[in-house]
Each structure stands twice: as C-alpha cells, then as structure tokens.
C-alpha cells in the first residue's frame, strides 16, 4: 500500500502532475492534427524520462563511477570545492550553512585531514547576492569540527569550477604546494579533474557526495517522475555539456 501511494503521488503533484496534463493536451490535440500532437508527445516523452530515477542514475552514473576512491593518499594538501551556501541561516557556530553536496565533500575532507594530518583548502565564493561565502563558512566549520585555523586555506573568490582551479592553483603555489587531494562530489569529478589538469595541476581524485547506488535493480518506482530525479538529470546533462566545453 506505501508503494502504490507513492505510485499515486508521483503523477498527481509535480513534475509528474505535468506529463498527465501534456498528455492529455496530446491526446485532444490528436483529434485536430496529427503533426502537433506527435511532436507534443514526443516532447512529453523526453520529458517524462528526464524525471525518473532510471534515467537520471544512468546518467550520474557515467559520471560517477569514471574515479574510485584512491588506495594510498598521496598528496601535501586537500582541496575541497564547494558546492553552494545559504547566508543568514543560522549555525552552530555562526550563520551560514554549506549546502548538501558541499558539506558532505567538507565532511569527507575532514575525515582525510584525520587520516593524513595535511592540511585543507577550501575553494568557493559567494556566487551570488543572496548566497553565502562558501569558504568563509567552510573555514568556520572546519575549526568547529576539529582542524585548527593553521591548517585551513580559505580561497573565497572562486564563482564556478574554472575558478576554482585557476585561484587555487596559485594558492597553492604561493605556498609552496605541489600535489593535491582533490574532494569534490562524484558527478563533478571528471569536469574538476580536466579543469585542475588544464591549470598545470596533477591532482589526485577523491569522489564524495554519491548520488547513483551501485547495481541495476529495476523496480516500479525507477520509472515514476521524481523532483529530485529530475534535478539530477539536469545536473548531469550540465556537467556532460561543461566536460565537453573543457576539451575546446
């Protein structure tokens, strides 16, 4: 019963809610031309599969699994990207909070500051008006859950990813750092990666913040229309697109 409620919920809220009703515009639009009403369900068919689950670990998947997390951690610091910020949201500490992406990748490079001792950068501006300062509040949580203010390097100016790797790139060198353990989330790693190359970087990759389980189990629900499929299928499509932006 749990699943067939959800079932039911899928096409009656959005985005589902919209293919029933570009279906049903296909369906009158059937009966008065053919042409138009074939295209419309063509597009409602796109639409539909770019919303489901299926669809959207295929494509995070492709992304996702390109790097497996590395067997021996060799490298004299830990970069961190960041991935988004609130402001005036209160903390702990403070105000301002990492988004989910960004604080599970903080997460990860705080568990390897625990390991290797190395210390972190964290790059990522604010990226917009009402948005926070990504490394100004990731240095604050860092010193919240245990790494000392020495070992954190703020890079507070980066608005996108080729930022990121340009300014901290010469971070980096201005301190005399050579071989970073790059943290970022999986389906961002391979646009990171070739951006961090193209800035005479050799990083070593270290995936966090998964989206896509490993396996190919089918069930009903793989092919219902998801809010949160959906934004995954735009995020991959994006960094496909950024990937190939990368290699011209």
Do not use: C
């Amino acid at each position: 019963m749990i699943y067939f409620i959800k079932f039911v919920y899928s096409f009656v809220l959005p985005p589902g809610l919209f293919v029933i009703l570009l279906l049903g515009l296909s369906v009158w639009l059937w009966r008065r031309s053919r042409r138009p009403a074939l295209a419309l369900l063509g597009v409602t068919l796109l639409l539909y599969l770019s919303m489901t689950p299926w669809i959207s670990k295929l494509l995070m998947g492709g992304l996702e699994y390109q790097y497996d997390k590395p067997e021996l951690l060799q490298g004299d610091v830990i970069v961190v990207l960041g991935g988004g910020a609130t402001s005036g949201t209160p903390d702990i500490d403070g105000e301002g909070n990492l988004y989910g992406s960004a604080a599970n990748r903080l997460l990860t490079a705080v568990r390897l500051y625990r390991q290797t001792g190395l210390p972190v950068l964290f790059s990522g501006g604010q990226v917009f008006p009402d948005s926070g300062n990504e490394a100004d509040i990731a240095k604050r949580q860092l010193i919240g859950l245990g790494v000392p203010g020495s070992n954190i390097l703020a890079e507070n100016r980066s608005l996108n990813t080729e930022q990121n790797a340009v300014n901290t790139a010469a971070m980096m060198n201005s301190k005399g750092l050579r071989h970073p353990i790059l943290v970022t989330s999986a389906f961002h790693m391979p646009r990171a990666m070739a951006l961090f190359k193209d800035n005479g970087l050799a990083p070593l990759a270290y995936p966090a913040d998964y989206t896509a389980s490993r396996g190919s189990e089918l069930y009903p629900a793989m092919f219902t229309p998801s809010p949160g499929a959906m934004n995954n299928t735009g995020t991959a499509l994006k960094e496909y697109l950024g990937l190939l932006a990368a290699r011209f």
